[in-house]
């Protein structure tokens, strides 16, 4: 061995190991890099430039992984995708006198369609508010003659003829719906004689007296029909990007570290959305018990986990004493803000495994509409 070799060989061992398993030698291990990872500033467009310039090719929204801080000792598994024959189906949904359509399109893709069916029955638009998800059409009236476009068409159908000529709008409001990249369409029917002036239109969808129920069910229906046979060319709209900020639901911590989901609903659309996610994912509901707002329920290790069944419920549960398939409460509290968060628990509520928690709160979510 010369002498150049020898003396390689001794700086070699005396580095150590760690140029094979550090960030600054042989082999770099980046396995923990997502903790650190940060958000690289906004492009800077020269003034020179103006503000004619505009990105051809918008990238809408990804969702980005829940709770992934809580995690740091390992890189958190994905949440699972759960789906069945209505999950990719635009919809109606009622409760009560409410009704609104369920788009399976974030906010951005649908706002361009709603004007677009306007435009295509020559209804026109008068006022827009991304910020608050609202489009406000102009006033129609309507005679007693034959019309070709969809709107004004059901108006004289379901309007009687002692109300026909009085003037007609429609006041729509686009928000972000339950599940990641959903919408929900909200819309209204206001006649002249219910506006305290032309200009005006209710802050609050929900809050605001229908003019004709039929009307907006018949028109949802109609805009519904339209979506889904891909009419409108699938554009994404810039401006309804602040609409993406407005979610009905979010996974976050409690003080306890343990996984809840924000639902920023009413109460008794919280109680019925959750009734109705259990119904769709076929968990099995032991007991209900309205005035806690608790759900005692009991889910097969195949709800989660599909034709794979690997063992997951088993994996966790097998350090708490057992292995069997759990029964679980879900229990909808109140929060300051006058919103719910749904959390888990075991039947003598103690918590249970964050990820099972995590994983049940998903599949809530997933089949909340």
Known sequence: MTRTAAVLVLLLLA???GWFSDDRGFFVNRSDDYIDAQEAPRLVIP??????LEDPFPIPPVPAQENARFYPGRAPLPDAIYANDNRDAIR???LGERIWLVVPEAPTT????IKQ?????????VSEQPGRGRITTEWLSIEDEPYRDVVRSLLKDVKSPA???????????VEQGLRELTSEVHMRHQGDAG?????????DLDQFASGLVEVERRLLNELGAYIAARVAEQTVSMVAQEIVGQVKSELARDEAGQPILRLFLDEERAWATLSQALDNAGIEVLEIDRQSRVHHVRIPEEVLLGEEKRGFFRRLFSSRGGGDVPEVALRLTEEESGHYALSVR????QSVPAEFAQQVLVLVREFSA
């Open 15 to 17: 580095s150590g190991c």
């Open 47 to 52: 003034e020179d430039l103006g503000e004619t």
């Open 92 to 94: 109606i949904q009622r």
């Open 110 to 113: 649908v706002w361009p369609k």
């Open 117 to 125: 069916f306007l435009a295509e029955n020559g209804v026109g638009v």
């Open 163 to 173: 109300t026909q000529d009085g003037r007609d709008r429609l006041l729509l409001q």
């Open 195 to 203: 506006a305290a002036s032309e200009g005006e239109a209710p802050a």
């Open 346 to 349: 075991d039947r003598a509520g």
